[in-house]
Nanobody
Framework: QVQLVESGGGLVQAGASLRLSCAASGRTFSTYKMAWFRQAPGKEREFVAG????????HYADSAKGRFTISRDNAKNTVYLQMNSLKPEDTAVYYCAADTLMRTTWYGGYDYWGQGTQVTVSS
């Protein structure tokens, strides 16, 4: 069983930055592929960014490229999402997800999810 707890969301103005954190339980965090997803009101949940177990490989949605950075600290069992130059369209609940089975796709198959943290960007 893996528990994921997100933090760091909030209300900011357009152009500001936020750093989301996701703390994970479990002794084998360093073997999990991790990702961030988001869901805006009335929209489907969408992939934002992913990172391999070692941190050596990352993958981003087009909407995140150049503005968001995913990273992880396996010693702290934590994955981060640094979000810069935030836009109103980034407003959503952001979820952390873990893939403990080493699936090859970035976009689905995650077997553990956090409860989400709200990010609201005002114009």
């Amino acid at each position: 069983q893996v528990q994921l707890v997100e933090s760091g969301g909030g209300l900011v103005q357009a152009g500001a930055s936020l750093r989301l954190s996701c703390a994970a339980s479990g002794r084998t965090f360093s073997t999990y592929k991790m990702a961030w997803f988001r869901q805006a009101p009335g929209k489907e949940r969408e992939f934002v960014a992913g990172i391999s177990w070692s941190g050596s490989t990352t993958h981003y949605a087009d909407s995140a490229k150049g503005r968001f950075t995913i990273s992880r600290d396996n010693a702290k069992n934590t994955v981060y999402l640094q979000m810069n130059s935030l836009k109103p369209e980034d407003t959503a609940v952001y979820y952390c997800a873990a893939d403990t089975l080493m699936r090859t796709t970035w976009y689905g198959g995650y077997d553990y999810w956090g409860q989400g943290t709200q990010v609201t960007v005002s114009s």
